[in-house]
């Protein structure tokens, strides 16, 4: 069973960090790019940051550029968001995505990855 859990989410004060973590089983993970996306209330689901199991590249949308960084442990078959200098606009739920297939900041989209996780809130307040 193809499984992605997203943890670490939570209530920041604007300026402080986070790390969500996103562990992933069912599948071989080196073979796929995982992609973290974002959904504020009322908001559509946007592409955050995304990054290739396979040669480790990694991209990030511009509104995050900076202030999160993206990594991948491929022997726990885990990805991390780095989240600093949180901002009350990056509240939202976070998710995070599969696909095989290799994917940029630019092609990634909701309707392409192949996976899911149920998503982790993070709250970043004023």
């Known amino acids: 069973e193809v499984q992605l859990v997203e943890s670490g989410g939570g209530l920041v004060q604007a300026g402080g960090s986070l790390r969500l973590s996103c562990a992933a089983s069912?599948?071989?993970?080196?073979?796929?790019?995982i992609g973290w996306f974002r959904q504020a209330p009322g908001k559509e689901r946007e592409g955050v940051s995304c990054i290739s199991s396979s040669d480790g590249s990694t991209y990030y949308a511009d509104s995050v550029k900076g202030r999160f960084t993206i990594s991948s442990d491929n022997a726990k078959n885990t990805v991390y968001l780095q989240m600093n200098s949180l901002k009350p606009e990056d509240t939202a739920v976070y998710y995070c995505a599969a696909i095989a297939w290799p994917i940029t900041i630019a092609t990634m989209t909701p309707r392409g990855m192949d996976y899911w996780g149920k998503g982790t809130l993070v709250t970043v307040s004023s």
């Open positions: 069912g599948f071989t993970f080196d073979d796929y790019a």
